[in-house]
């Protein structure tokens, strides 16, 4: 069925048509010419009347004319061309002719487009729902994903529904899980794997712990000093010479010792007191972070697994220091594993998700773990390392990290910044399908990147399993809790009155 035909001046990009019909933003359409047959989706729909023009300003003569002309509208609307479906969805070399008949995409062109060699079913098409959206396992694995939405928008389902989806393929899939949400998560194809966020610190690097305790870069005499004193606390512990295994102990220990050396001058003593205060801090603070009984953190990572790394009790410090030590050590290890030139490797590739991304790797603020993901982002798809950013605050993510994200899942935005810096991060999201970002539903999204053959707007599909999250109900648990108050106070009455007191 013919639903319109292109008018005006064509490109070999987009066109403009007028439909005698109602179609559907997002909905995909077929040219027809020269032999070739182009598909589209219609990004822009427009409805007018061609005598109710913007100049006319009376509500009744709108009204006269509304009743002569009665359903006498146009649709007028911008297509964007995405390829020939009988060449691999290249584009064209020749525009259409104007005048060419625009007609719906029917199913068997669509199944076909959507037919991948590693499918991960997402939901279906939101004006088809009985079309499957499938992406590429091996493009979001080595290319990189973001998922994008504003709060209450369908953001965790969408990561619920990808986690299962790639646990199918027996993926390691490693999640740095702020809030506990995946803790007691259940999927259907594969267990979780639960990771106590805890570092052996004989696998640290100096930079890492020296951030923790707050000793600055300018401060050369400070750092010098607990630098010495963590390289020999490491010393000490891989000799077996050490009466304890806290590792903030040992290097106090060995603080201690030189600043009870005679030889040393008051200044220096001084220095020293200062960096033993400061370890005191940090064994107050981060005691629980450490502990040398562990081993490397990455050797509990399994596969076919979500591994989760629960941060839910962590601040945001903790977790910075965390992922910048994942993050770095997994990247040496897989180069050791791919060069062959050290017996400390990661043996398997490891999909890599971090919730609350703008925390970890923020725009406007640099941090270690910001650094190391913008490393794993550039150099990782080399060595198997694959990334998901997560995020309810697009326009606070690292520009940098993000426009690495070759693959992108953008459920409702409505701040038009955040709009802007994700349409800057992305190549294939054009201005059209940005404007359709704050009228999605919940739980639909627009996919783009090399995941998917053509930009989809798509329904994600409902996870099945189980995991926490969302949002409360805040009036029940108050309920819950004068109704439990209630009974608190009526069980301490009765059991006055069976004391013998009377009220």
Known sequence: MIIGRCIGEISLLELDFISNCVPNVGEYVSIEYDGKNVLGMIEDLVRGNVALNSEIYDVDDIKTITDVSGDDLYIKGKIRLLGD?????????????????????????????????????????????????????????????????????????????????????????FIFDMHGEYVDATFTNGEVNVIDPIINPTYMSFSEIRKLAKITGSAHIQ????????????????????????????????LESWYNDEGKTSKEKNSIMDVMNKVDDLKEKYSNLFNTNKGNILGTIQIGKANVLNLSQTDEATAEVLVSHIMRNSLQYRKNAVHKTSNKTLDFPVFYILEEAH?????????????????????????????????????????????????????????????????????SLSGDLVKQLPSLNVGEAILTGLMTNVPTLVKIDEFKGRRHGGDLDVVSILANFKEDEAEEIRKQEEDSLNLGYDY
């Open 223 to 254: 750092e010098r000093y607990f630098r010495k004193a963590f390289n020999k606390a490491k010393e000490i512990i891989s000799s077996g010479g050490a009466g304890t295994n806290d590792f903030l102990k040992i290097i106090f220990s060995v």
């Open 85 to 173: 479906v009988n060449d691999n969805l290249k584009l064209p070399r020749i525009p259409a002719p104007p005048g060419t008949p625009i007609f719906k995409a029917d199913d068997k062109i669509l199944k076909k487009v959507f037919n991948l060699k590693n499918p991960l079913k997402l939901g279906t098409l939101v004006n088809q729902n009985d079309i499957e959206v499938n992406v590429d396992v091996n493009s979001i694995m080595n290319r990189h994903l973001a998922i994008l939405a504003m709060t209450g928008a369908g953001k965790s389902n969408t990561v619920s529904v990808l986690i299962d989806g790639l646990l199918k393929y027996n993926a390691p899939v």
């Open 359 to 427: 925390i970890l790797a923020p725009n406007k603020r640099d941090s270690d773990s910001k650094f190391w993901i913008q490393r794993v982002a550039r150099e990782g798809r080399k060595f198997g390392l694959g990334l998901c950013l997560v995020s309810q605050s697009p326009k606070t993510v690292d520009h940098d990290a993000l426009s690495q994200m070759n693959n992108m899942i953008i459920l409702r935005l409505v701040e038009p910044e955040d709009q802007r810096h994700v349409q800057s991060a992305s190549e």
